[in-house]
């Protein structure tokens, strides 16, 4: 990979700013792309550079990827960092990037499209070894029957998004026809993917996640939190490391965590959760979240 002297920045606010003062830090330039509306914010007046991409709304500015590419292009930028939100785990970004031959800060494409469809990350976590539970597609045929095989209750799961939207416990078969008719319906209205999914419902159960950085060859862990302390699925304490885990569990969730980095040759920061029952000393892969560090990654 080149040298990155250039950072095209596609954010705002303090997420722009964090991501300038690592550029001015490493010796980068910095190129902040703005809208009309946050010409003078800022962020604009700590970048080397601004770069207008349009008097519109956010759909047409800082969610557009032909915008975002174009100036990059304009500027001459070798890397666009997206920060977090906005285009950050787009993967029709990542592919612009390549097809311009700009770097992108963050996962490749491929990485994202699996991060960002819950059914296709669990199959990487599959094909890496690691444990998932039982579940599948909820077929609108096929429901009732694979949630028998699953046995209840089951969770009803969106495919394309998280936050607790477009998920159901289901406790029962009489409700699982609507639970989905919902679920599908909150999927489509919040992420535009009405696909949902089946899970075997663990309870009681903590929500434990690694922390990985790779290089797109090499993946280590930096550790693991506790984030079971919730309200509607949100998360409100996050504890690090997690506590009250056996030091055998602990170990497995890092390596089989690392395992799924090194299936996907990441590149970047990445979350891989977990959802653990510490009274079986077993854990099953959740899903996986792309992250990114606040400055541009200077791959080998």
């Known amino acids: 990979m080149p040298a990155i002297r250039r950072v095209l920045i596609a954010n705002r606010g303090e997420i722009a700013v964090r991501v300038i003062r690592t550029c001015r830090r490493l010796g980068i330039e910095s190129v902040l792309a703005v809208s009309d509306a946050d010409a003078n914010a800022v962020p604009a007046r700590m970048a080397d550079r601004t770069i207008r991409i349009g008097p519109g709304g956010l759909a047409e500015t800082y969610l557009s990827v032909e915008a975002v590419t174009a100036a990059a292009v304009a500027a001459g930028a070798d890397a666009i960092h997206p920060g977090y939100g906005f285009l950050a ?23 994202l499209g699996a991060a960002g469809d819950k059914l296709a990350a669990r199959a990487h976590a599959v094909a890496a070894g690691l444990p998932v539970l039982p579940g599948g597609p909820a077929e609108p045929a096929g429901a009732g029957a694979l949630a028998g095989r699953i046995g209840y209750p089951v969770l009803v799961k969106a495919a394309g998004g998280g936050g607790g939207r477009g998920l159901r416990v289901v406790r029962d078969a ?35 996640e690694v922390q990985l950085l790779g290089d797109g060859r090499n993946v280590i862990h930096l550790g693991d939190r506790d984030c079971s302390v919730q309200r509607r699925y949100q998360k409100l304490v996050e504890e690090a490391p997690a506590p009250l885990l056996g030091e055998t569990l602990r170990v497995s969730m890092r390596v089989a965590a690392v395992a799924l980095g090194l299936h996907l040759k990441y590149q970047g920061l990445g979350t891989v ?27 080998p």
């Open 273 to 299: 959760e977990f959802l653990v029952d510490t009274r079986r000393g077993a854990f099953w892969f959740l899903e996986l979240n792309a992250r990114r560090l606040s400055g541009p990654v200077q791959g």
């Open 174 to 208: 009489g409700d699982l026809e609507q639970a989905v008719a919902v679920a599908s319906a909150e999927a489509q209205a919040a992420f535009g993917d009405p696909r949902v999914y089946l899970e075997r419902y663990v309870s009681p159960a903590r929500h434990v």
């Open 89 to 111: 785990e787009n993967p029709r970004l990542a592919r612009a990037c390549e097809a311009a031959g700009i770097v992108f800060s963050g996962p490749g494409a491929e990485v």
